[in-house]
């Protein structure tokens, strides 16, 4: 491995500008200024355009419905799509590109080119655009198709026997997925896309024939409309839709998601720009420990080569035509570009069975400030390269497919086998995985997977709506698991009936250990990490789970399709909500909405009267919370609470998903002078510089007495500036990220909250001034639980110096205004359900 990656280091001049950085065409990935996969990085937890500013986007609709492509009928299956009114805006015309609105027709057009092409609707796109899947193949009957569902079920659910199942070998179609566009403003993957159908309709040659006799070719034609038509990386809701695998909190997420269930690709490319030279996965370490990594090296650094022959093929040249030779990061860089966390598409769909994925990134920039400052010539040249390099890579990994086809498939049934089996995984090695040059022990990554996880009931259940989201994710991502039937040992604990729980000993037992799995801290494995390190959903999103590592599973049980039903509401007295999770801050939201007097206790839960038992239990049916009777009066009301915020996409996401009232404001809304009668609090992340106000905008803020809460160095730096209340902000390795434990002080924030929180880019707080409260600190020793968090290189900034700090303050103003300070990330993306509800008390309390 030659290329060393260069640390991405983030800097003040990045924030809040993500979407207008510069992509150099001619940047080595990792080279200052150089996108990527991630485009520039940034500050705090700026990692993707969820993480951009926000602005008024249209609201989506938080939903956990599951989208499902039809498995019955043969092929093809034609749909006469709707087209869409022309839009002249659209951001692709000006490349020479396809424009959404002509999609439609095309694809209308190429399903009556012959019986090799069918198209289904997956889904919509935040901003309601449909999402296209083609499929590409040979005609079947449906009694074929049922069959061959019937040989990919047995592949997934009955592994060993599918090995031994001759018909198999010999007849079932390897399917192939091809995603294009996931980044709005990285193109030409569609239109090479329109462009290999169009060829696999109309070709009448053998080698064609026979590959579509012996494959599926699924291509999602634009994973994201929005961006494509508006020219941004991200969907409509502001997110990076190549971050949010693990999530899955955006529509077009789950749509292929669904696709990726339903279609279990065998082998899968992703393709973005923009790197010159092309870039190729496999990546550096280190490498998910979650996969069978030897079958998956084996095959994607043999396709790699093929493409990376197919795109040198082309002939272009850095002297002609400005192109670099392609690169591959497994061989060509020691570091940066690595594997580890599932939030990617091709690092998520191995985990359903992928044995070969790849991120290709074609090499001639034309988005940002290329797009706004090149002429229109020089833009579409370079997209014609782009859309070249494009078909030569798709077209590659279809010979590699054809012509593997048999040990493609026999090695996705081993991946499935060994996870049923509860086998050991294969460390990599070059006996292991012969003919992949330089695998070293810094490419070894394996894990050991425990017997099984519980979800308890009952007593042993912080939160049961908690409980419900992370049953219904994991039966989301196709993991299976059982309802106890009856109460049960494992591992000399006790669980009652009711509990949840998965049997490691399952095809798909990497997809469970990567939901629920802690981690691990690999800050001493590498120097630079492309994007976050840790994630646990297990430890994240509120739910007790036990890890069972040893112990025989006897469960009587039953398969769970959805959790059961959370929701209660106590029949006599007041009641009490605790607000612990998302879901329960949506709930007080609503009711103080309709009027009801709603009272905070000292630790942060919510009492509400008798009188409004029948919207309690309107709200315990839509949300699944509890509210259980009680005699507590409260110390104090709660009021709506109307959001000023200065955030980024995903935390306005999330604070709508607490069901909070927000109006995006910024530097320049309050110096145009904002109307604080709108506002109750007002919560900074990103984009408003107090220095940077007007002194009239700054006596206007002064005037209206609102609170404040705080997120990271932007919020931080604002009190700072406002001299709102005393407290002293360090900020840790800007790079830093991951799983970390704390301590709560309890009381309204923190109050029985999780001993585990998200940290990026982290800070502390010391020197706190009169009357200013440590709700949260670190823990002591290393805090950290999985992630990387390493010191700079003068020592400053580790684990070591946030051990014991204050992580959450909060104080009030000379004027009585409250103030809350997060050096963590509670809403990061979206993704730590909980946590949330730390910010959604703080916002309350005022």
């Known amino acids: 491995m030659g290329i060393p990656r260069p640390a991405l280091v983030a800097t003040a001049a990045l924030a809040g500008a993500l979407l207008l950085a510069p992509a150099t065409a001619t940047a080595l990935p990792g080279a200052p200024g150089a996108p990527g996969r991630d485009g520039p990085h940034p500050v705090r937890e700026r990692g993707g355009t969820d993480d951009a500013p926000a602005t008024s986007a249209p609201r989506s609709a938080v939903t956990t419905k599951t989208l499902t492509l039809s498995k019955t009928g043969g ?65 079947e009957s449906a009694k074929q198709s049922r069959e061959q569902e019937r040989m990919r079920e047995l592949i997934e659910n009955a592994p060993a026997q599918a090995a031994r199942d001759k018909h198999i070998k010999a007849a079932y179609k390897t399917p192939v997925f091809i995603n294009n566009n996931i980044h709005g403003n990285e193109w030409e993957g569609t239109d090479a896309a329109l462009k290999l159908i169009e060829e696999l309709a109309k070709a009448k040659d053998a080698k064609t024939a026979g590959l579509l006799a012996k494959n599926r070719i699924h291509l999602n034609v634009t994973a994201n409309p929005d961006g494509r038509i508006a020219g941004t990386r991200a969907n409509a809701n502001g997110f990076d839709l190549n971050r949010d695998f693990v999530t899955a909190s955006q529509p077009e997420v789950r749509a292929m998601r669904q696709i990726t269930i339903d279609k279990q690709p065998a082998v899968m490319l992703d ?129 590699y497919t054809n012509a593997h086809r048999a040990s493609v498939i026999a090695d996705q049934i081993e991946t499935f086998r060994r996870g049923a089996a509860g086998e050991a995984q294969v460390p990599v090695s070059s ?25 308890p009931a009952g007593r042993g259940q912080r939160s049961a709506v908690a409980a419900a989201r992370l049953v219904d994710h994991l039966v989301a991502n196709d993991v299976r698991v059982e309802r106890a039937v009856l109460p049960f040992w494992l591992a000399g604990r006790f669980y009652p009936a009711g509990s949840y729980v998965v049997d490691m000993h399952q095809s798909k037992r990497g997809m469970a250990n990567v939901i629920l799995a802690a981690g691990r801290d690999i800050s001493a494995d590498v120097t630079t990490m492309y994007d976050i390190s840790g994630w646990s959903l297990g430890l994240l999103w509120g739910a007790s789970v036990a890890r069972a590592d040893t112990g025989d599973l006897h469960v009587i049980g039953r398969p769970v399709h959805a959790a059961s039903p959370t929701g209660q509401v106590a029949g006599y007295g007041d009641l009490r909500l605790r607000l612990d999770d998302p879901k329960e801050l949506a709930a007080v939201n609503a009711l103080l909405a309709r009027g009801v007097q709603v009272r905070r206790t000292a630790d942060g839960a919510a009492i509400v009267p008798g009188s409004a038992r029948a919207a309690a239990a309107e709200l315990a049916d839509r949300f699944g919370v509890v509210f259980s009777a009680t005699k507590e009066r409260g110390v104090e009301p709660l009021r709506r609470t109307r959001v000023a915020a200065a955030v980024t996409a995903g935390e306005q996401f999330a604070l709508r998903e607490m069901g909070f009232d927000v109006v995006p404001v910024s530097t320049a809304t309050l110096n145009a002078g904002f109307d604080w009668s709108r506002a109750d609090v007002l919560f900074v992340s990103t984009g408003l510089n107090y220095g940077a106000l007007t002194p009239a905008a700054r006596n206007a803020f002064r005037a209206s007495g609102v609170g404040v809460v705080g997120i990271g160095s932007g919020g931080a730096t604002f009190n700072a500036d406002a001299g709102l209340i005393a407290a002293k902000a360090t900020a840790g390795n800007g790079d830093a990220n991951g799983v970390v434990r704390v301590a709560n002080a309890g009381g309204p924030i923190t109050g029985g909250a999780p001993a585990h929180t998200f940290v990026y880019s982290p800070m502390w707080f010391t020197d706190l001034g009169p009357g200013v409260r440590a709700d949260q600190s670190y823990a002591t020793g290393n805090p950290l639980v999985a992630g990387h968090w390493r010191a700079a290189d003068d020592g400053t900034g580790g684990p070591a110096d946030a051990a014991g700090r204050a992580s959450v303050v909060s104080g009030t103003t000379a004027t009585g205004a409250p103030v809350v300070l997060f050096g963590t990330e509670p809403l990061f993306r979206d993704h730590p359900k909980g946590i949330f509800a730390q910010v959604g008390r703080a916002l309350l309390t005022r």
């Open 431 to 455: 006996e292991t995985v012969p003919g992949v040059p330089g695998i070293g022990p810094e490419d070894v990554y394996t894990t050991t997977f425990p017997r099984a996880y519980v979800i």
């Open 271 to 399: 393709l973005h720009g923009y790197v010159n030279g092309t870039l190729i996965e496999p990546t550096t370490p280190p490498h998910g420990e979650n996969y069978e990594y030897d079958l998956f090296l084996k095959n994607a650094y043999a396709n790699a080569l093929g493409m990376e022959a197919a795109v040198n093929g082309l002939g272009y040249t850095p002297d002609k035509d400005g192109v670099e030779p392609a690169i591959i990061p497994f061989r060509d860089m020691e570091e940066g570009w690595d594997d580890w966390p599932p939030i990617f598409t091709p690092q998520y769909v191995p985990f359903h069975g992928a044995v070969a994925s790849h991120t290709i990134e074609f090499p001639m920039a034309v988005n940002n400030e290329e797009y706004d400052s090149l002429p229109v010539a020089e833009l579409r040249r370079r997209a014609v390269i782009n859309t070249a390099i494009a078909g030569a890579a798709m077209r590659a990994t279809l010979d």
């Open 75 to 139: 092929y093809p299956r034609r749909t006469v799509l709707d087209v869409p009114p022309v839009n002249p805006a659209d951001k692709s015309i000006k490349l020479g590109l396809a424009p959404y609105h002509a999609l439609a027709p095309k694809l209308n057009a190429l399903q009556q080119l012959g019986n090799r092409v069918s198209v289904e609707v997956a889904g919509r796109s935040a901003g309601g655009h449909e999402l296209y899947l083609v499929t590409v193949t040979a005609p």
